[in-house]
Nanobody, 116 residues
Framework: QVQLVESGGGLVQPGGSLRLSCTAS????????TGWFRQAPGKEREGVSC????????HYADSVKGRFTIFRDDVVNTVYLQMNSLQPEDTAMYYC?????????RGQGTQVSVSS
């Protein structure tokens, strides 16, 4: 079965950290560009970070540079998003996508809430 499953979300205080996981089954992520997106209530969907399948290059939105790190573990076929120094404005549903040509896989999302 081909699917992407996100996990690792939760409630954290400002300044805290979370690590999100995006695990693929039925295909291997190192052939895909895998990205994290987020959407907060009433706001547009925002690209957060991605890692390229071709060479592992990483990219970040300005709003998360220096705080978030994306990396891939090919042994467990998972892309992680390490999120540090979280702020209330990071509160959103986080989704991962994997894209290779016309093939696109999407996960169901994991909720991140930052509040004191």
């Amino acid at each position: 079965q081909v699917q992407l499953v996100e996990s690792g979300g939760g409630l954290v205080q400002p300044g805290g950290s979370l690590r999100l996981s995006c695990t693929a089954s039925g295909f291997t992520l190192d052939y895909y560009n895998t990205g994290w997106f987020r959407q907060a209530p009433g706001k547009e969907r925002e690209g957060v970070s991605c890692v390229e399948g071709r060479d592992g290059s990483t990219h970040y939105a300005d709003s998360v540079k220096g705080r978030f790190t994306i990396f891939r573990d090919d042994v467990v076929n998972t892309v992680y998003l390490q999120m540090n120094s979280l702020q209330p404005e990071d509160t959103a549903m986080y989704y991962c996508n994997a894209v290779h040509g016309s093939e696109i896989y999407r996960g169901q999302g994991t909720q991140v809430s930052v509040s004191s």
